[in-house]
């Protein structure tokens, strides 16, 4: 099983980056995918989810109308289109799939830095 996420970097405020993160090694379609992410310090949080048909998503309300989530099932990927960056979005970004209690995987994060 794999979880590779990408498109992380150093952005400034106001600006946009594009996360993805291509699964292998699971029937892809059958997980609940979502994003977390972890500042300094901090504890580590849900971003956003989205359900395995991808027509149900959720934010947290930090993110709301400045974040996306959606997936391509036919190409075992989940994306974050992140919008209107600001200084606290920095953290790496973690992608997680989920499908019950044992069926958990994590990726091994990106880092996101929104910064003048």
């Known amino acids: 099983v794999q979880l590779v996420e990408s498109g992380g970097g150093l952005v400034q405020p106001g600006g946009s980056l594009r996360l993805s993160c291509e699964a292998s090694?699971?029937?892809?379609?059958?997980?609940?995918m979502s994003w977390y992410r972890q500042a300094p310090g901090k504890e580590r949080e849900l971003v956003a989810a989205i359900f395995n048909a991808g027509g149900i998503t959720n934010y947290a309300d930090s993110v709301k109308g400045r974040f996306t989530i959606s997936r391509d099932n036919a190409k075992n990927t989940v994306y974050l289109q992140m919008n209107s960056l600001k200084p606290e979005d920095t953290a790496v970004y973690y992608c997680?799939?989920?499908?019950?209690?044992?069926?958990?995987?994590w990726g091994q994060g990106t880092q996101v830095t929104v910064s003048s």
């Open positions: 090694g699971f029937t892809f379609s059958s997980y609940l």
């Open positions: 997680k799939a989920w499908s019950g209690v044992t069926r958990v995987y």
